[in-house]
Nanobody, 115 residues
Framework: QVQLVESGGGLVQAGGSLRLSCAAS????????MGWYRQAPGKQRELVAT???????NYADSVKGRFTISRDNAKNTVYLQMSSLKPEDTAVYYC?????????WGKGTLVTVSS
């Protein structure tokens, strides 16, 4: 059973920074890719950033240049460094892991950006 546990969310002022962590149970080498998604109130869940097992990254246009996804294989953890945060970044952020054809999700961590 794969477990993903997100942490690091909280309340931050616009322009501030936060680092989210996603700790996986067991080696993240098992996964083809991992990523961060977010869901704002009343909106659909959307992709934020992904990173493959080979280290290739992909970002939503709305976060390019502000967010950085990274992985620490030794700690079985994926991070999302968020900078220059905006009120529109407010959402529940979810971690996702893919081991084709399976997908695994964490329960999410809330990020609130005040103006």
């Amino acid at each position: 059973q794969v477990q993903l546990v997100e942490s690091g969310g909280g309340l931050v002022q616009a322009g501030g920074s936060l680092r989210l962590s996603c700790a996986a149970s067991g080696s993240i080498f098992r996964f083809n890719a991992m990523g961060w998604y977010r869901q704002a109130p009343g909106k659909q869940r959307e992709l934020v950033a992904t990173i493959t097992s080979g280290g290739n990254t992909n970002y939503a246009d709305s976060v390019k240049g502000r967010f950085t996804i990274s992985r620490d294989n030794a700690k079985n953890t994926v991070y999302l460094q968020m900078s220059s945060l905006k009120p529109e970044d407010t959402a529940v952020y979810y971690c996702k892991a893919v081991r084709v054809p399976l997908e695994f999700w964490g329960k999410g961590t809330l990020v609130t950006v005040s103006s």
